[in-house]
């Protein structure tokens, strides 16, 4: 089984200050993990990924996360945000099922930018 | 490069009336394809999957069905929509290896 929790459901910045994005999962599996950002009545676009390379993973748009197994932790960060950052943002876990992959999404977490 | 298309952007139906919802990759070979839906204020919930033609897993039991008949092509159904129908629904692909999914930009659908 596996499940991932964000423990956020809104987190509020400044402009130009510094994001955090909470996500801690479970699995039975070595886990695969993403974070997806959508923005309103749009597609999911990849952030970022990790399948068990370097623990520390680079995505798009200035975004990094850190994978902590003993923590079980997945946290989205970047140090700057900009008011285009404002979206919904999902972390995801994959487990493997019948030939495939199957993502369980968390419930998202909305960010908010003020200038 | 690989694209998903998925129509139609926005959708308005009675309750009872059916539903189809159509879903195309490009550039690839026998992706694995999912549907999710979203509803207000929710995360995604995964409806249905498939790692072939004419193969579909279910994940939640429910009003609505999924076909594909072709290896790109991914179809989710309904004969009789419910009010609780309405959402935003989601059709993805990925390799068989699960490295990432990659999303269409979804359906807007109420049921009124």
């Known amino acids: 089984a596996q499940s991932v929790t964000q423990l956020d459901s809104h987190v509020s910045v400044s402009e130009g200050t510094p994001v955090l994005l909470r996500c801690n999962y479970s699995?039975?599996?070595?886990?695969?993990l993403f974070w997806y950002v959508q923005h309103p009545n749009k597609g999911l676009q990849l952030l970022l990924k990790?399948?068990?390379?370097?623990?520390l993973v680079k995505g798009i748009n200035g975004f990094e996360a850190e994978f902590k197994k003993s923590e079980t932790s997945f946290h989205l960060t970047k140090p700057s945000a900009h008011m285009s950052d404002a979206a919904e943002y999902f972390c995801?876990?994959?487990?493997?099922?019948?030939?495939?992959?199957?993502?369980?999404f968390g419930r998202g977490t909305s960010l908010i930018v003020h200038p | 490069s690989q694209t998903i298309h998925q129509w139609p952007a926005t959708l308005v139906q009675p309750v009872g009336s059916p539903l189809s919802l159509e879903c195309t990759v490009e550039?690839?070979?026998?992706?694995?394809l999912y549907w999710y839906r979203q509803a207000a204020g929710r995360g995604l919930q995964l409806l249905f999957y498939?790692?072939?033609?004419?193969?579909i897993s279910s994940e939640v039991p429910q009003n609505l069905s999924a076909s594909r008949p072709q290896d790109r092509q991914f179809i989710l159904s309904s004969k009789k929509l419910l009010l609780s129908d309405s959402g935003f629904y989601l059709c993805?692909?990925?390799?068989?290896?699960?490295?990432?999914?990659?999303f269409g930009s979804g359906t807007r659908l109420t049921v009124v």
């Open positions: 993805a692909w990925s390799r068989s290896t699960g490295y990432g999914y990659t």
């Open positions: 699995s039975s599996y070595s886990p695969s």
């Open positions: 990790y399948t068990s390379a370097a623990t």
């Open positions: 995801v876990v994959s487990r493997p099922s019948g030939g495939s992959y199957i993502p369980t």
């Open positions: 550039g690839t070979s026998n992706p694995n």
């Open positions: 498939s790692v072939g033609i004419g193969q």
